[in-house]
């Protein structure tokens, strides 16, 4: 009986044992196929087992920035011309705009386009504008001689020893003997008159101011239009306002009369008043250059 017990015994713990042992055994590593030394090194440079990312190459430069084409080729100059303040109407010119109508008149716009029933600020050439309220009187001008007195024309006094010659039907283009001319912006420039500078431009000045003796010649410093012959502008006495082109316009201002009227055309050197003291303390000439409506230095423009 104790034999087939130890017998048993025996057999149990042997099974025991190789269970033990099939229980403990570790799995065998599985064996990949297909392989390659590519895949290797990829596994070596990449843990997560993709191809290392590449940017893509930029084969196409960048392009540059083009600004767009200036809409200033359309051509226009704004006017500036000077205007004579006390008028009650304006006919618009080439470059005009409600705004430098407004400014040249010391008005508001909304007042400009008000008194012309204007909806916007669109204006054409050769409109008639309102300037001033209803019921404007303009006030009284100093009356201006259209012709000087043929003595005075005839010989007028210099007070150098290069005088200007004197203007006449048959002279329309004398020009100074001292200096001649000279060529800025397209255009041929001379003297107005001679004499000594009495006031140079700068400051409160916005020309020069030549000195002289009454009835002196006074002659178009350049070729052009008339577009202003009268009294009206307060502190020029009797002015003439020469628009030599889109560009430039010159005035003269104290004259004793004037020999030309708004309207005509003038040579260069042709005479076009006679100096005087008109609206100013003593006798001169005060000679104006404007660029687009703003005052230059004449010297930078006439042979001085």
């Known amino acids: 009986m104790l034999k087939k017990t130890a017998f048993r015994s ?7 044992t190789l269970g033990a042992c099939s ?3 570790q799995p065998a590593a599985p064996t990949e196929t297909g392989g390659s030394s590519a895949d290797s090194s990829a596994s070596v440079d990449n843990p997560y087992g993709t191809a290392p990312y590449t940017p893509p190459s930029t084969t196409a430069a960048t392009p540059t920035y083009a600004p767009p084409a200036s809409s ?3 051509g226009y100059v704004p006017n500036y011309s000077p205007v004579d303040i006390n008028a009650a109407t304006h006919t618009v010119e080439k470059g005009d705009t409600v705004y430098n109508v407004a400014k040249r008149f010391q008005i508001s716009q909304d007042n400009l386009r008000a008194w012309n029933n204007l909806a916007d600020n669109n204006i054409h050439i050769g409109q008639v504008l309102r300037v001033k309220p209803a019921g404007y009187v303009a006030p009284a001008a100093t009356s201006v001689a259209t012709a000087a007195p043929v003595a005075q024309v005839s010989s007028p006094v210099v007070v150098n020893t290069t005088p200007v010659a004197t203007a006449s039907a048959s002279t329309p283009t004398a020009t100074v003997s001292a200096g001649g001319s000279r060529t800025v ?5 001379q003297l107005p008159t001679s004499g000594a500078v009495l006031q140079n431009f700068g400051g409160s000045s916005k020309g020069i101011d030549f000195g002289g003796n009454a009835g002196q010649a006074i002659l178009a410093a350049a070729a052009g239009k008339v577009v202003y012959a009268g009294s009206g502008l ?21 004259n004793q009369s004037l020999m030309v009227k708004e309207g005509q055309e003038v040579k260069r050197g042709q005479q076009i ?4 003291s008109t609206d100013a303390k003593r ?7 404007r660029e687009n409506g703003t005052p230059m ?3 930078k423009y006439l042979p001085m």
């Not at 006798?283 to 250059?289: C, I, K, R, S, V």
Request: glycine letters at 14%; one cysteine or more; aromatic letters at 12%.
């Open 72 to 74: 200033s080729v359309n």
């Open 234 to 254: 307060r502190g020029y006495g009797n002015l003439v306002i020469i628009q030599h082109n889109q560009t430039y316009l010159t005035a003269y201002g104290h």
């Open 273 to 276: 008043a006679t100096m005087g």
């Open 185 to 189: 912006g397209g255009i041929s420039w």
């Open 283 to 289: 006798t001169q000439l005060h000679f104006e250059l």
């Open 10 to 16: 025996g057999l149990c713990l042997l099974a025991f």
């Open 297 to 299: 230095d004449p010297r």
């Open 23 to 25: 229980m403990l055994k």
